[in-house]
């Protein structure tokens, strides 16, 4: 028996039937059919009553974590099939993927992570009789220490992203726990992947200390085969607090590699998702932020490089300053241009990539010199 059903049967009371005559009892027999419809009712208005809200601690028993384990090659191959029916039949006949009329967040997560569309979209809803007014809360915690998102964001899924969204998902969560590492949002695992692929490994690492190596980030990320990428970083951008401070983060970090795939997937938010205000009327866009962020490191360096056993460091710190304000200026005019470029292009040729893009950058005043990718290494 499954905690989406109720245990059928009959049920048999005597009562006295008179006070005056404690002697007589008549059998009666309670309809319990009408019974189990209520309760049915019950339990369905108490589990579509049940919030979104962020949980942060895994409410899930360890005992039916076990269970799910034992579960899950069952759970799998109609995952694989994203089959509805085969979905629903399964949830009402076996135990440990609901708890306290809702469906767990690992139970979901699994889903996910075999980007069962149609099955997530039944559970999230609840919507299916036979789910009796449970659903998964996209918001809670799984076992693992991550969130749903994470896992949408880590596939690249983005049906899933926006699927989740629909349903209340916060892009605002992050991983928590021993076995994680934590305060991830979901946009930093998108980010982070992204710079893991092929294209990127291959012909950006490690850190080059010139100008191309700026206009060869540019030119790698209008590629085709990225748009899939920057779509999903975009997408996580759109629904995520503070993000000139996630981009700023980044840049501290010395991760120049993230910032440009922030900054290019992201430039819509950034040019118009800060109020900040300048002189009391003029609205300063992220751009402008991130810039004088950078301004103000760069004095701060020159006021330090008088120590000479730091004066290496710092004129590296220096340099690589200088280069993420090159990037930032890059997108901040000719990041419109190129993101509509790789909307429109997404099955083109790799020389013919190169060139556009180079010829984007030179109509805004950026020169690369010389050939910026070499296309066999792609």
Same mark, same amino acid.
Not at 149 to 169: N, P, Q, T, W, Y
Not at 252 to 257: H, M, N, P, R, S
Not at 349 to 375: M, N, Q
């Given at each position: 028996?499954?905690?989406?059903?109720? *245990?059928?049967?009959?049920?048999?009371?005597?009562?006295?039937?008179?006070?005056?005559?404690?002697?007589?009892?008549?059998?009666?027999?309670?309809?319990?059919?009408?019974?189990?419809?209520?309760?049915?009712?019950?339990?369905?208005?108490?589990?579509?009553?049940?919030?979104?809200?962020?949980?942060?601690? $895994?409410? @899930?028993?360890?005992?039916?974590?076990?269970?799910?384990? =034992?579960?899950?090659?069952?759970?799998?191959? /109609?995952? =694989?099939?994203?089959?509805?029916?085969?979905?629903?039949?399964?949830?009402?006949?076996?135990?440990?993927?609901?708890?306290?009329?809702?469906?767990?967040?690992?139970?979901?997560?699994?889903?996910?992570?075999?980007?069962?569309?149609?099955?997530?979209?039944?559970?999230?809803?609840?919507?299916?009789?036979?789910?009796?007014?449970?659903?998964?809360?996209?918001?809670?915690?799984?076992?693992?220490?991550?969130?749903?998102?994470? =896992?949408?964001?880590?596939?690249?899924?983005?049906?899933?992203?926006?699927?989740?969204?629909?349903?209340?998902?916060?892009?605002?969560?992050?991983?928590?726990?021993?076995?994680?590492?934590?305060?991830?949002?979901?946009?930093?695992?998108?980010?982070?992947?992204?710079?893991?692929?092929?294209?990127?490994?291959?012909?950006?690492?490690?850190?080059?200390?010139?100008?191309?190596?700026?206009?060869?980030?540019?030119?790698?990320?209008?590629?085709?085969?990225?748009? /899939?990428?920057? $779509? @999903?970083?975009?997408?996580?951008?759109?629904?995520?607090?503070?993000?000139?401070?996630?981009?700023?983060?980044?840049?501290?970090?010395?991760?120049?590699?993230?910032?440009?795939?922030?900054?290019?997937?992201?430039?819509?938010? /950034?040019?118009?998702?800060?109020?900040?205000?300048?002189?009391?009327?003029?609205?300063?866009?992220?751009?402008?932020?991130?810039?004088?962020?950078?301004?103000?490191?760069?004095?701060?360096?020159?006021? *330090?490089?008088?120590? @000479?056993?730091?004066?290496?460091?710092?004129? *590296? *710190?220096? /340099?690589?300053?200088?280069?993420?304000?090159?990037?930032?200026?890059?997108?901040?005019?000719?990041?419109?241009?190129?993101?509509?470029?790789?909307?429109?292009?997404?099955?083109?040729?790799?020389?013919?990539?190169?060139?556009?893009?180079?010829?984007?950058?030179?109509?805004?005043?950026?020169?690369?010199?010389?050939?910026?990718?070499?296309?066999?290494?792609?």
């Amino acid at each position: 028996m499954s905690e989406f059903d109720c *245990e059928e049967g009959t049920m048999e009371v005597k009562f006295r039937a008179s006070l005056k005559d404690p002697s007589v009892k008549v059998p009666v027999k309670i309809d319990f059919k009408k019974i189990q419809e209520d309760i049915f009712q019950e339990y369905a208005l108490i589990a579509r009553s049940m919030p979104n809200d962020i949980i942060t601690q $895994d409410p @899930t028993p360890k005992s039916l974590h076990a269970v799910f384990y =034992e579960l899950s090659p069952q759970l799998w191959p /109609i995952l =694989e099939k994203d089959s509805v029916r085969c979905l629903l039949n399964f949830l009402v006949s076996k135990r440990g993927m609901a708890y306290k009329h809702t469906i767990t967040s690992q139970t979901l997560t699994y889903m996910i992570s075999y980007d069962a569309l149609r099955c997530a979209k039944v559970i999230l809803e609840g919507k299916a009789p036979r789910l009796n007014g449970h659903h998964a809360n996209p918001n809670c915690i799984n076992p693992y220490g991550y969130f749903p998102l994470h =896992e949408a964001a880590e596939r690249f899924s983005v049906d899933m992203i926006k699927l989740l969204f629909r349903h209340g998902a916060s892009a605002n969560v992050r991983t928590v726990g021993d076995n994680i590492i934590e305060n991830l949002l979901p946009l930093h695992v998108a980010v982070e992947n992204t710079c893991l692929h092929k294209y990127l490994e291959d012909n950006l690492f490690p850190y080059q200390n010139h100008r191309d190596y700026i206009y060869k980030i540019i030119h790698l990320l209008c590629m085709p085969e990225m748009k /899939i990428f920057l $779509d @999903t970083v975009r997408l996580l951008a759109e629904r995520t607090d503070n993000l000139v401070d996630e981009i700023w983060n980044y840049v501290k970090d010395g991760k120049l590699v993230q910032s440009a795939v922030l900054l290019l997937s992201a430039q819509a938010q /950034i040019r118009g998702g800060c109020s900040s205000k300048r002189n009391g009327n003029n609205k300063r866009d992220g751009f402008d932020i991130i810039m004088c962020h950078i301004v103000r490191h760069l004095v701060t360096l020159r006021s *330090e490089n008088k120590n @000479t056993n730091t004066r290496k460091l710092r004129e *590296e *710190e220096r /340099i690589f300053m200088e280069f993420t304000g090159l990037l930032v200026d890059i997108v901040s005019q000719a990041g419109e241009a190129l993101s509509a470029y790789i909307q429109a292009h997404s099955k083109v040729p790799h020389v013919e990539v190169l060139e556009r893009v180079s010829s984007i950058l030179k109509e805004y005043g950026f020169c690369p010199t010389g050939e910026i990718v070499d296309v066999k290494n792609l």
